[in-house]
């Protein structure tokens, strides 16, 4: 039984996570071989404060482009 674990910013819609889910699905069923209702898809949403690279949060970076006049990337 597959379990493949999505973690993105928050900010997508419902029916955005819901075709994820559905691409992912199918994705795992024609790369695997398995039945489509072994397949387990969890997708976890985190706040742009609670995901950083470089020590930056995109929170951060947001905020800063947005202060550049850049706008948010």
């Not at 985190?46 to 949060?57: C, E, F, I, R, Y």
């Amino acid at each position: 039984m597959p379990l493949i674990e999505v973690t993105l910013v928050n900010g997508r819609t419902p029916d955005e996570l819901r075709s994820l889910i559905h691409e992912v699905t199918g994705a795992v069923v024609k790369a695997l071989d398995v039945p489509q209702q072994s397949v387990r898809v969890a997708v976890r949403e985190l706040p742009k404060t609670h995901w950083a690279a470089g020590d930056v949060t995109i929170a951060e970076r947001e905020a800063a482009a947005v202060e550049a006049g850049g706008g948010a990337n």
